[in-house]
C-alpha cells in the first residue's frame, strides 16, 4: 500500500518530459509522495507548490 499524505500538506505536480513516446521524471519526483499521493477532494482547499527551476543537490520539497 503506497502511503499517503495529510490533505493540508501541499502537492506539487513534478517535472516531466516524453522521449520516444515514453515519459520521464526528474530525479526525485517519479517517487515523490507530493505527487503520488492524491489531492484533497476539495480543489479550493488544496495547496499546490511549483517545482524548482534548478535543483543542486536534491528538490528542497521532496517527500520520500
Known amino acids: 500500500m503506497t502511503p499517503q499524505l495529510p ?3 501541499p502537492r ?4 516531466s518530459y516524453i522521449e520516444d513516446n515514453e515519459t520521464y521524471w526528474r530525479e526525485g519526483c517519479e517517487q515523490c509522495l507530493r505527487r503520488t499521493s492524491p489531492p484533497n477532494p476539495n480543489p ?3 495547496q499546490w507548490v511549483e517545482p524548482p ?4 543537490f536534491f528538490c528542497e520539497y521532496l517527500l520520500e
Open 44 to 46: 479550493e482547499q488544496q
Open 7 to 9: 490533505y493540508h500538506v
Open 12 to 15: 506539487c505536480k513534478g517535472v
Open 53 to 56: 527551476k534548478i535543483i543542486t
